[in-house]
């Protein structure tokens, strides 16, 4: 498969940040996975491990306030943490059966929103949303 050009390596620069090996490693990391990895996963991929599990935290929660990735609870209640290509308000998916992560821009909850607003008197500024199904491929073997 050919490496989708559609999101840039988010620039470390423009946010902010200094460029250190240490932060494109995480981001690089996460870009090669296609399902969401813990803190020591993160850390026993990237190339040089100069700093230790703390600083790559940080890292991620950096990461997390930026947009860049988000942090995933599982059903083993183990936090994950899984790259964010688009820039807007999406969502993630992940496969039940083999673990992996898909994003899918847009929301389409809007209504139920309003509702919940109406219900509750509050007004809601933002909302996490993580889906869980089985992908097309499983979806496939299954059917074979
Ligand atoms: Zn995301
Ligand atoms: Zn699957
Ligand atoms: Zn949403």
Redo the contacts with the bound molecule.
């Keep these: 498969m050919s490496d989708q050009a559609t999101a840039p390596t988010p620039s470390l620069r423009a946010a902010g940040m200094r460029q250190t090996p240490q932060r494109e490693g995480i981001l690089r990391v996460l870009k090669d996975s296609d399902r969401p990895l813990t803190v020591e996963e993160i850390w026993e991929r990237m190339p040089e491990r100069r700093s230790g599990l703390p600083t790559v935290y940080r890292n991620l929660e950096r990461f997390v306030s930026e947009g860049w990735a ?1 942090s995933i609870v599982g059903p083993d209640q183990v936090m994950r943490f ?1 790259r ?1 290509d688009s820039r807007h308000h ?1 969502h ?1 998916l992940q496969c039940e059966r083999c673990g992996r992560t898909t ?1 899918v821009d847009g929301c389409g909850i809007d209504a139920s929103l309003t509702e919940l607003e109406r219900l509750s008197g509050f007004r809601v500024t933002r909302h996490q949303l993580m889906l869980f199904g089985v992908c097309p491929t499983c979806r496939s073997e299954k059917d074979r």
């Design positions: 988000e899984v964010c999406h993630h994003e």
